[in-house]
């Protein structure tokens, strides 16, 4: 091999949320790559980072890397609601932070990390080896090889799309933000915004840790073939559908924009020694779209089956870890995403009807909802909930019609 050429046990393919993740939780001395494209880690921001107050707590995530939103509301064309929220805090992560803290979770490991590195294809040797090649700017290597691969590059699907393991995904989640100063927007407020101005999709606004004002619109190609810059242009344009939502835009924003899969849950995550995390694994909630929790939770555990399995040899460590994800997910998920596709096709007056049901259903329903999570007692409520609700509402318009109400 030549001066051009790492060699590792483990090659991790994205320094996101899920790839530091993993890296984090692999034993000390397992020597590690990560490939990582971008120039900063947790830079160029892709992400709104929602999240939760018991996640923050649950995973450890330190004071200071996050907003919490305490008023979220929901609005609809013809139809405003204070979201019941119950005990559940939302939280905006401030994901730059949060990511390099994240990736100094291993700095003091056997762990190399390629900053503006390319990820192109690789292939397996007779040796049992993947020789992967990369493009490097400025260090010149250009050939990392290892015993395990781990595909932690989002929606790109770059290892898996190489080895022809698994296609990249045709249905995605493609949002666009603004970043603005906070001016005199209350800080800690959350609004999603539904209905003609986000066919398809959905919009919102929060404050963030950083002391600005984030709007953005985000919604599902090719179900719609609307560009959500577009969309969100004429959201900014529109002051009264603004001073509506409560919201005041000043100054030049900066903007964001990411993409994540927006396709039925995939519960293959072990392909002899390549295994795939995060949004190549499709973690994100079908419902908000909500993965970094996710991320971080899996992406630590398999940090530490990979371990067991670099110690070892063997594969049953991985498997493991595939069986756990697919318990944790796999039923939520297919829940999740009929409430995606339904959400997907729904018409401005479907979002009315939806909204002011909202403010009838409770906390329970609705943050579960919201995280994507159906355990069977909670599907048994929601149903109960949207029925009672559903049966009320008849009952009025039938006591309406007849005089009696
Ligand atoms: C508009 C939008 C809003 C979102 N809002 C939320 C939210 O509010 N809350 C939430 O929890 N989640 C949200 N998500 C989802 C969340 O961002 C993802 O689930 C999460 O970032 C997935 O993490 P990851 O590490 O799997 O992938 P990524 O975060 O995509 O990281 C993968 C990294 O790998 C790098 N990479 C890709 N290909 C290569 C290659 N060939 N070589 C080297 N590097 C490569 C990429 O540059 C990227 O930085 C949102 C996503 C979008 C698009």
């Not at 493009?135 to 010149?140: E, I, Q, T, W």
């Not at 796999?330 to 009315?352: E, H, I, M, Q």
């Amino acid at each position: 091999m030549d001066d051009k050429t790492l060699t590792c046990d483990v090659l991790i393919v994205g320094g996101g949320p899920a790839g530091l993740s993993v890296a984090s939780t692999l034993p000390d001395d397992v020597k590690t790559v990560i490939v990582h494209q971008d120039r900063e880690i947790g830079l160029p921001v892709r992400t709104s980072g929602g999240c939760w107050m018991e996640d923050i707590e649950r995973l450890g995530i330190p004071d200071g890397m996050y907003n919490r939103l305490n008023t979220n509301e929901a609005f609809a064309d013809a139809a405003h609601t204070v979201i019941p929220m119950g005990d559940a805090v939302p939280v905006i992560l401030d994901t730059p932070k949060v990511y390099k803290w994240l990736a100094e979770q291993s700095d003091h490991k056997d762990r190399t990390l390629l900053m503006e590195t390319k990820f192109l294809s690789t292939r397996l040797r007779d040796d049992g080896f993947y020789e992967s090649e990369i493009r490097a700017r400025d260090n010149g290597v250009e050939r990392v090889v290892s015993k395990y691969i781990v595909d932690g590059s989002g929606w790109h699907f770059a290892v898996l799309d190489a080895l022809g393991l698994a296609k990249k995904p045709e249905r995605l989640a493609v949002g666009t933000e603004y970043e603005y100063p906070l001016g005199d927007n209350q800080p800690d407020r959350g609004i999603i915004f539904l209905g003609k101005k986000v066919p398809a999709g959905y919009g919102w606004a929060f404050g963030t840790a950083r002391g600005t004002l984030r709007v953005g619109v985000g919604v599902i190609q090719p179900d719609t073939d609307e560009s959500p810059r577009k969309l969100l242009d004429s959201v900014i344009a529109d002051k009264p559908y603004l001073d509506r939502l409560g919201l005041k835009l000043e100054g030049d924003p900066v903007v964001h924009s990411g993409i994540l899969p927006s396709v039925a849950y995939d519960d293959r995550l072990v392909f002899g020694n390549v295994i795939r995390v995060g949004d190549s694994a499709n973690f994100a909630t079908p419902t908000a779209g909500e993965g970094i929790r996710v991320c971080i939770e899996l992406g630590r555990l398999l940090g530490v089956q990979l371990g067991k399995a670099v110690k070892t040899g063997r594969r049953g460590p991985l498997r493991a870890y595939e069986r756990h994800c697919r318990r944790k997910l796999k039923r939520d998920y297919k829940w999740g995403f009929l409430v995606n596709n339904r959400a997907a096709s729904y018409t401005p007056d479907n979002w009315n009807a939806s909204v002011r049901r909202m403010s009838k259903l409770g906390p329970d329903a609705v943050v579960a909802t919201l995280r994507g999570e159906f355990p069977l007692l909670k599907v048994a409520k929601i149903s109960w909930s949207v029925l009672r609700t559903l049966i009320r509402s008849r009952l009025h318009r039938l006591k309406s019609r007849l005089g009696l109400a």
